[in-house]
């Protein structure tokens, strides 16, 4: 595959500024309209929830930053990638190129927004009087595993809406999903057992937790969660893989 | 340099294309969920040579696109089994897959990187190839607002300075309006006689005549003739389409 890149790199370059130009080039905001959309999402949970939550939850403001943070990048990393095959059909169905490219460049653009808000994250932590500590580093290792893990769920969604236009609806709700079984804006510590298990399954919710262990418990998660992350990450990219792999030639009946 | 041995390629259609998934599910449910499956080429069987000029004729939906696909590494003979030795360069359908929203220059870049260019090479090529396509007042337009022979103009432009082992044209000696017509016949053949060994899908009769050293004929997917006897074929095939009578069989 590095092979590959190395022999596609001019094409993959050509692809990301194309992705980015078409994406700002033509809004007076640019880049700052998408590192809004987390801060909006913030401020409205923190005015409606504020009272509810955020009573029992030291430092909430961080707390559902942390959150957003995550979340805000899955969603919109998964959005983009679920269309990132489809549409650049007009270019698979007549040249040759690894399908996997369109989607990679994607990524690259959803995670320089993310590490932009990144900056802005920090920047609130400091305004919350949050206690920054070296642990803070470990931070790059969700950031890592929720990349891999967000290009293997982009490759599975941009397969399954090639052969499933509607896949758009149901990713929408299904995202809405995730967005209130993640913790966002609540605490799951005195919930039932059973319940503390389901979200344990929730890879979103796992990256949150392990921001917010970091950021605001100040200590560095067990040796269990980073296997778990990286299990996470590792099972979406290779049932992604598959699946491109397996369709390669196959795509084509489907545009 | 290539030979496809017994190539067949069955093609999906139907009603499996944009159900979605829960129509998807309903139709496997209830046992209504067909799948059309047609052979869009059947047993089709050549081999070329180094510097050999193939044209593929045959009337609309005989198969032709389809094999240059499976020709092209894009799609992949569903039986036989096709032998490529060099690289390979397919111009199909040259205007299509350009970008309305990025400029001529933007465009010019990506194409030639999905056609494998380098960016050095690109730097080099990016005056010559606006100056042949007569698009340097255009450079930074948006490229929906070009005319359609200019897009194809440009497209021909970038396309015209691969240099490939084997070398798939469909439909684009054709392009644009008269004098440049006239420049990218020219340009074509010096590609040819740079020794490519070249497919060549065309509806004109005079090219085929012209141009090629080889020729297959293909009929709903059957291979009615692949033969050295060009004129024979092509006089064959004129005939064929005048009457519309049953194609013949040649040995």
Request: some cysteine; overall charge positive.
């Amino acid at each position: 595959m590095t092979e590959t890149l190395s022999r596609y790199r001019f094409l993959f370059e050509e692809l990301v500024k194309r992705d980015f130009k078409k994406k700002y080039k033509r809004t007076v905001l640019g880049m700052g309209w998408s590192m809004l959309m987390p801060l909006l999402t913030l401020l409205v949970m923190k005015l409606v929830f504020g009272q509810f939550f955020g009573r029992n939850i030291d430092h909430f403001t961080t707390y559902i930053f942390c959150g957003n943070v995550i979340f805000c990048w899955f969603s919109e990393s998964s959005g983009l990638g679920m269309r990132s095959l489809f549409g650049n059909a007009a270019i698979f169905s007549k040249v040759n190129v690894p399908k996997y490219l369109f989607l990679l460049s994607g990524s690259v653009q959803t995670l320089i927004n993310f590490l932009l808000t990144m900056l802005v994250f920090l920047f609130f932590c400091w305004l919350d009087d949050v206690t920054f500590t070296w642990r803070f580093v470990m931070l790059a290792y969700p950031v890592a595993t929720m990349l891999v893990f967000n290009i293997g769920i982009g490759l599975v969604l941009s397969a399954l809406y090639v052969f499933f236009r509607d896949m758009d609806y149901i990713w929408g709700v299904a995202t809405q999903l995730l967005m209130y079984g993640s913790a966002i804006f609540y605490s799951v510590d005195g919930m039932s057992p059973k319940a503390q298990m389901v979200f344990a399954c929730n890879p979103v919710y796992r990256h949150i937790a392990y921001f917010r262990e970091v950021v605001l418990g100040g200590a560095v998660p067990d040796l269990e969660t980073h296997l778990t992350l990286a299990c996470f990450a590792l099972v979406a990219l290779a049932v992604g893989a598959f699946m491109y792999k397996h369709y390669n030639t196959r795509f084509l009946y489907y545009v | 340099m290539l030979s496809c041995s017994g190539v067949s390629i069955r093609y999906q259609v139907g009603d499996f294309k944009n159900i979605g998934l829960k129509e998807w599910v309903m139709r496997r449910l209830t046992g209504r969920y067909k799948v059309v499956e047609f052979w869009a080429d059947r047993d089709v069987t050549f081999s070329l040579e180094s510097g050999d000029m193939l044209g593929i004729i045959g009337a609309n939906g005989a198969g032709k696109s389809t094999l240059l696909k499976a020709v092209a590494g894009i799609m992949e003979p569903t039986k036989g089994k096709i032998v490529r030795r060099g690289k390979i360069a397919a111009l199909l359908e040259l205007a299509s897959g350009f970008d309305g929203e990025l400029t001529v220059r933007e465009n010019t870049y990506l194409r030639g990187a999905l056609l494998g260019y380098t960016r050095a090479f690109m730097d080099d090529a990016y005056g010559s190839i606006v100056d042949f396509a007569e698009l340097r007042d255009f450079e930074d337009r948006p490229f929906k607002q070009l005319s359609s022979g200019m897009k194809s103009r440009l497209a021909f432009s970038i396309a015209s300075l691969i240099k490939p082992e084997i070398l798939i044209l469909d439909e684009v000696l054709s392009v644009g309006d008269g004098a440049f017509r006239r420049k990218s016949e020219a340009k074509m053949r010096e590609i040819i006689s740079g020794g490519a060994t070249t497919i060549l899908v065309t509806h004109s009769m005079g090219q085929v005549r012209e141009m090629c050293s080889k020729v297959l004929w293909l009929d709903k997917g059957r291979q009615i003739a692949f033969s050295d006897d060009v004129p024979g074929v092509c006089a064959a095939y004129e005939a064929y389409l005048k009457n519309t009578s049953v194609p013949p069989s040649f040995p």
